[in-house]
Nanobody, 128 residues
């Protein structure tokens, strides 16, 4: 299984970015997709997750600080997932990772220990 993130970069506070995660050797309908970030000197934390199939979303969760600003989606046919970051703040700076929980249970969680496969990460830097 390989996950490749893209879309990170430098953005001003208040701006937006869309991160994409491309999965190979894994059908995204067979598990949950998680998005995590790690700021310098801090632990990796879950910011969003989703599970679904075809055009249906079974579950979606967001960490409190990103609710209303981040959104998640997936194109299951293409094997890609996206995290849309809006109204960005300096506190959103960090390396963002996508991950897959290899269990079709219908719901998703923000606990990093649930996830089996990880991408290499993409840097998001928000300037104030």
């Amino acid at each position: 299984v390989q996950l490749v993130e893209s879309g990170g970069g430098l953005v001003q506070a208040g701006g937006s970015l869309t991160l994409t995660c491309a999965a190979s050797e894994f059908d995204l309908e067979d598990g949950a997709i998680g998005w995590f970030r790690q700021a310098p000197g801090k632990e990796r934390e879950g910011v969003a997750c989703m599970s679904g199939a075809d055009t249906r979303i079974f579950d979606r969760k967001f960490e409190d600080s990103v609710k209303g600003r981040f959104s998640v989606s997936a194109d299951f046919a293409k094997g890609t997932a996206s995290l849309r970051l809006s109204n960005l703040k300096s506190a959103d700076t960090g390396v963002y990772y996508c991950a897959i929980e290899d269990r079709r249970i219908g719901n998703c969680g923000l606990d990093r220990t649930l996830y089996d496969y990880w991408g290499q990460g993409t840097q998001v830097t928000v300037s104030s």
